[in-house]
């Protein structure tokens, strides 16, 4: 990845620092993004010393349920380091509840968030893409954006809807040399579960190592070869 420029969006969080760290130590420069920004600035100055570059890693802060700071991450992105050739769309939450004890307020996060930020960052990374005519956007969808599962209606609703907008953007960008893929991870073991009310064994989720290797596959594909969806699970609790 030397020479290639990779925002990371959820670049604090459990699969975006993992994939952060092997795009900085594969010489990628590195646009990280995610709200907080202590967390950000020193995730970024560790990346920057890591690959012993200055400026090798930059933070901007971005609250992607916003799409004004969304366009801002992009255009800062592009006009610091000239283009962007990858995005890598990790930031989320999960809301993982039985179907009457959701509240309005629940809908309105997994949507804001899982669906729309997604949606913005998406469309202001294809925005940038769409003039260079190159470009590849990466989206963290999840396993329950392809499949259901109990105590998963307000995540489902938003994560398949992102992999319904993400297919529709692929068809409609493929002429501007932008490619899209699709992960459907199931569970990974981060933080994400630690605000979950549901009972995981997080010990035999997939490993950051697996989620990170496996979008790392993804941007070093041969650039004729268009990996359109990775479905990785975890032994023990499969989707077919
Ligand atoms: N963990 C899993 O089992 C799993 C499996 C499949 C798919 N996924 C999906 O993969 C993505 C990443 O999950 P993860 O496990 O890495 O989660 P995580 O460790 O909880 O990290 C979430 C990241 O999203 C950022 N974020 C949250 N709200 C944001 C906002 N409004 N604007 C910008 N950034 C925001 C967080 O930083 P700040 O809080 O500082 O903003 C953090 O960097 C999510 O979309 C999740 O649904 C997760």
Redesign the pocket.
């Known amino acids: 990845m030397q020479d290639k420029v990779v925002v990371v ?10 994939v952060a760290q092997k795009l900085a130590n594969s010489g990628a420069s590195l646009v990280l ?4 920004s202590n ?2 600035d020193s995730l970024a100055s560790q990346l920057s010393t890591d690959s012993s570059e200055e400026h090798k890693a930059i933070a901007i ?6 799409p004004q ?1 969304v366009e801002s991450l992009m255009e800062k992105a592009s006009s610091h380091l000239g283009k962007i050739d990858v995005l890598v ?6 809301i993982l509840k039985q179907w009457n004890k959701i509240e309005p307020s629940d809908l309105d996060a997994m949507l ?3 669906l729309k ?2 949606f913005y960052t998406s469309q202001a990374a294809a925005n940038v893409m769409k003039g260079q005519k190159s470009g590849h956007i990466c989206n ?6 392809k499949h259901s599962m109990a105590m998963g209606s307000v ?1 489902c609703a938003a ?1 398949f809807g992102v992999a319904g907008f993400s297919k529709c953007m692929a068809d409609e960008l493929r002429r501007y040399g932008i490619k899209m893929t699709l ?12 605000n979950v009310s549901l009972k995981v064994d997080r010990g035999k ?2 490993s ?1 190592e697996t ?1 990170a290797d496996a979008i790392m596959f993804a941007m070093n594909a041969y650039p004729q070869a268009i990996l359109m969806e990775i479905n990785i699970q975890p032994e023990s609790h499969l989707f077919f």
């Not at 963290?140 to 954006?145: A, D, T």
């Open positions: 969006v959820g670049a604090t969080g459990g699969i975006g620092s993992a993004a995610a709200r907080d967390r950000l802060p971005t609250n992607i349920i916003n700071e769309n990790a930031a989320g939450s999960g804001d968030l899982n930020g997604s963290v969808i999840g396993i329950l954006g995540y994560k992960f459907y991870f199931g569970g990974v073991n981060t933080s994400f579960w630690d989720m997939l950051l989620a």
